[in-house]
């Protein structure tokens, strides 16, 4: 089974900019959370998504969003980036909630986002 | 609220000596635990987990993890370390019915021959 897969690796993007990520998920996996992984503040949780919805946030202001499609892919986008933006985001996915066995998070490889 | 401490953020251990990578964790309800390993440029490889049952866990690479709730830790553990141990370890705590993983900082195992 193959697993989560998130695209493009690498991005570099200037201040201001906005740039979106994408992340398919494991096959029958319905959840998808996003995190996001820098040196100083170490993995925080940004979002997840189950059934098109947003189910949780994380504490990081509204110019982080995100969306998930009827496939359960899911993307997320920065709008009006910052150089603290600079980050590994790291995208997980798990089965739907409520089958009985904590939702164990599969992750993704992660997208490395370089803002100058 | 949940929260988890990783003690040490650099652990330093010779090829074939035991490794011990510390886990504590603060949690109101009892806590599903887990461990992942990242590799330089790589995302999050599960360890191993405890959900309920048997505290002992084990994992894949010859790591184990013992739940002990009276000392709200969950240590990792291998016997013998192998230089491809080498990689940060995180310590995450999500609460039971909720998709939240709470991560620790981090500690780096570094292994040397």
């Known amino acids: 089974k193959a697993g989560v897969t998130q695209t493009p690796r690498y991005l570099i993007k200037t201040r201001g900019q906005q740039v979106t990520l994408s992340c398919s998920p494991i096959?029958?996996?319905?959840?998808v959370s996003w995190y996001q992984q820098t040196p100083g503040q170490g993995l925080q949780f940004l979002f997840e998504?189950?059934?098109?919805?947003?189910?949780n946030k994380g504490n990081f202001p509204g110019r982080f969003s995100g969306r998930q499609f009827s496939n359960s892919r899911s993307e997320m986008n920065v709008s009006t980036l910052e150089l603290g933006d600079s980050a590994l985001y790291l995208c997980?996915?798990?089965?739907?909630?409520?089958?009985?066995?904590?939702?164990?998070?599969?992750f993704g490889p992660g997208t490395r986002l370089t803002v100058l | 609220a949940q929260s988890v401490t990783q003690l040490g953020s650099h652990v330093s251990v010779s090829e074939g000596a035991l490794v011990l990578l510390r886990c504590n964790y603060s949690?109101?309800?009892?806590?599903?635990l887990f461990w992942y390993v990242q590799y330089p440029n790589q995302g999050l490889q599960l360890l191993l987990k405890y959900t309920t049952g048997a505290t002992l866990v084990k994992g894949i690479n010859g790591f184990e993890a013992e739940f002990k709730k009276s000392e709200t830790s969950f240590h990792l553990t291998k016997p013998s370390a192998h230089m491809s141990d080498a990689a940060e370890y995180f310590c995450a705590v999500i609460n039971s019915g909720y998709s939240t993983l709470t991560f620790g900082k981090g500690t780096m195992l570094l292994v040397s021959p």
């Open positions: 997980a996915s798990s089965r739907p909630p409520g089958t009985g066995v904590t939702d164990t998070q599969y």
């Open positions: 096959s029958g996996h319905r959840s």
């Open positions: 949690s109101s309800v009892p806590p599903y």
């Open positions: 998504y189950f059934s098109e919805t947003q189910r």
